[in-house]
Each structure stands twice: as C-alpha cells, then as structure tokens.
C-alpha cells in the first residue's frame, strides 16, 4: 500500500503560480511512476502530467505544458507540481496518484490515489 498526501493547493489570480507537493508513505517511492490528474466540477478526471520513476521522462497534457513542470525528489518521498501562468479553466481539485507498472496518462493506469487539493484560479 502507498498513502499519498496532497498539498499546495489554494486561490490565486489568473497569471499567478502555485506548487502542489504529493508527499507518500509506506512502500518504496522510487518503486512507482507518480501522475498528476484534475477534476473541475461535472468534469471528468483528466490527465496533467506524469514523471517516471527514476524523474527521468515526463509527460504533460497539452493544456499545460509550457506552464506545469512536474518533478520529484525520491529521497524525500515526494512529487512536486509546479504550476505558472496559471488560467481560471485550472481551476479543479488536483490528485497525484501512484502506478506501479509504467508512466500512464490513463488514470486507470494508477493503483493509489491521494485525496486531492483544490485549486481555484480567479480572473
């Protein structure tokens, strides 16, 4: 089992940043690919970004790359999500899920999920 703990996630203006932090406990981090997804109300989950086990490869959704930047720091157990130039369409509630085989951008590729932090982004 994997428990993963969201953070970050707050109001900002159009045009601001936030860092969204994903701290995770119990089997080894550096085991599982680490993906980030959002759901805006009566929206489905979608895909944002994912980073490979080792940080070595990362993948984005086209609506943010160029502004998300998704990193990790295996030694602290955790995957950062770092979010500029952010837009009211972010606005969502933000969830870092786990996969233990391969970087997916399907969410039934991740075994874990967090429980999520809103992020509201006001024009």
């Known amino acids: 089992q994997v428990q993963l703990v969201e953070s970050g996630g707050g109001l900002v203006q159009a045009g601001g940043s936030l860092r969204l932090s994903c701290a995770a406990s119990?089997?080894?981090?550096?085991?599982?690919?680490m993906g980030w997804f959002r759901q805006a109300p009566g929206k489905e989950r979608e895909f944002v970004a994912a980073i490979h086990w080792s940080g070595f490869s990362t993948y984005y959704a086209d609506s943010v790359k160029g502004r998300f930047t998704i990193s990790r720091d295996n030694a602290k157990n955790t995957v950062y999500l770092q979010m500029n130039s952010l837009k009211p369409e972010d606005t969502a509630v933000y969830y870092c899920?786990?996969?233990?085989?391969?970087?997916?951008?399907?969410?039934?590729?991740?075994?874990?999920w967090g429980q999520g932090t809103q992020v509201t982004v006001s024009s």
């Open positions: 119990g089997r080894t981090f550096s085991n599982y690919a």
């Open positions: 899920a786990a996969a233990e085989v391969g970087v997916s951008k399907d969410r039934r590729g991740y075994d874990y």
